[in-house]
């Protein structure tokens, strides 16, 4: 502690080092023009190219943030991890797994593709693994389940969040390959008969609206134990949530996952929306949004404030040196 500076004083100055960090970042990366906006769903080819936003929440309810932190999109791919465990909670771990895999696929997220030896899909963070999720979760009639996965993600978000029923409708009418993955999986027995309904539940939770804000505070919950850190509710059984990040760091970001996992070294999920969110492990949860994307469909700007963070804050999971990589030790 700083000689003759009273220990309020101290944790002042340290908010304030977070807050020029991630201002700085965000000023460093605006300029970054690489990418495109992602087209074959029609809709998600409306975004604003120009948005870009930052924030990072810790697990005891302090927050950050920098630029279009605020702006709506929509969740795509990051809903699946929360989809798997809502899955986990309600089949249990052996029932889950008998549906979907863990193991990395090395291909592109929407790969036509069952893994050869087990005619399951390889994890729960690819296309495939997402829909076969979606068939254990839910409902009949179909929109309570996917009213349940959005009550779910509101306690974790910690407002209302709702479908934006214009990319919904996109994502029906062009998804395709979907519907042939699907397919595919229900000639091996994988999901049930339900194959609407089951498309409809993961269309639906891919459409869900939320902001910068909201996937940060969301990763944050996960960090933390299940419990959201600004409202103190208990939103996911903690049992399942080692299995969530496990898969995260090693299939979040799709055929870039060991990239992902050498330089930034954190569980994370992108989503074609042009979100990314991390999760550090009882510490804080980082979401970035951006959403021209790279040729793998993650968020360009995404990926470099993500590599930037990690090295500046200490955040890698195997980081041993650097005094952020107990954040929260240095925050307070």
């Known amino acids: 502690m700083p000689a003759g500076l009273p220990p309020n004083a101290v944790r002042t100055a340290y908010e304030r080092e977070i807050e020029e960090i991630i201002h700085g970042v965000y000023q460093k990366y605006s300029d970054v023009n690489e990418g495109s906006v992602a087209t074959y769903i029609p809709e998600l080819g409306k975004?604003?190219?120009?948005?870009?936003?930052?924030?990072?929440?810790?697990?005891?309810?302090?927050?950050?943030?920098?630029?279009?932190?605020?702006?709506?999109?929509?969740?795509?791919?990051?809903?699946?991890?929360?989809?798997?465990?809502?899955?986990?909670?309600?089949?249990?771990?052996?029932?889950?797994?008998?549906?979907?895999?863990?193991?990395?696929?090395?291909?592109?997220?929407?790969?036509?593709?069952?893994?050869?030896k087990t005619t399951r899909p390889f994890n729960p963070m690819i296309n495939a693994g997402a829909?076969?999720?979606?068939?254990?979760?839910?409902?009949?009639?179909?929109?309570?389940?996917?009213?349940?996965?959005?009550?779910?993600?509101?306690?974790?978000?910690?407002?209302?969040?709702?479908?934006?029923?214009?990319?919904?409708?996109?994502?029906?009418?062009t998804g395709h390959r979907n519907r042939a993955i699907a397919y595919l999986m229900r000639n091996f027995g994988i999901i049930d008969d339900h194959v609407n309904e089951s498309l409809h539940q993961y269309f639906a939770q891919c459409s869900m609206l939320v902001t910068c804000r909201d996937m940060a505070i969301m990763a944050a919950t996960l960090a933390n134990m299940g419990k959201n850190p600004l409202t103190g509710e208990q939103v996911f059984d903690f049992q399942y949530i080692k299995y969530i990040l496990t898969?995260?760091?090693?299939?979040?970001?799709?055929?870039?996952?060991?990239?992902?996992?050498?330089?930034?070294?954190?569980?994370?999920?992108?989503?074609?929306?042009?979100?990314?969110?991390?999760?550090?492990?009882?510490?804080?949860?980082?979401?970035?949004?951006?959403?021209?994307?790279?040729?793998?469909?993650?968020?360009?700007?995404?990926?470099?404030v993500c590599k930037e963070l990690a090295s500046q804050l200490g955040l890698h999971a195997f980081e041993f040196t650097n005094v952020g990589s107990n954040f929260l030790q240095w925050l307070l």
């Open 47 to 116: 975004a604003n190219p120009r948005h870009f936003g930052i924030c990072l929440a810790t697990v005891d309810g302090q927050v950050f943030h920098a630029g279009d932190w605020d702006e709506e999109f929509t969740i795509q791919s990051m809903c699946k991890p929360f989809a798997f465990q809502m899955a986990l909670e309600q089949c249990g771990a052996e029932e889950t797994l008998k549906h979907v895999g863990v193991e990395p696929s090395g291909d592109a997220f929407n790969s036509i593709e069952l893994d050869p």
């Open 247 to 304: 898969v995260m760091f090693t299939c979040g970001l799709y055929d870039y996952a060991g990239g992902w996992a050498y330089e930034v070294g954190l569980p994370a999920k992108s989503g074609v929306g042009g979100g990314i969110f991390g999760v550090v492990n009882r510490q804080l949860g980082v979401s970035v949004y951006s959403p021209k994307l790279d040729a793998q469909g993650n968020s360009v700007r995404g990926i470099l």
């Open 131 to 173: 829909i076969a999720v979606a068939s254990l979760i839910k409902q009949l009639p179909v929109e309570a389940g996917v009213q349940a996965f959005v009550d779910k993600m509101s306690q974790a978000a910690g407002r209302r969040l709702r479908i934006d029923y214009d990319v919904l409708q996109s994502e029906t009418l």
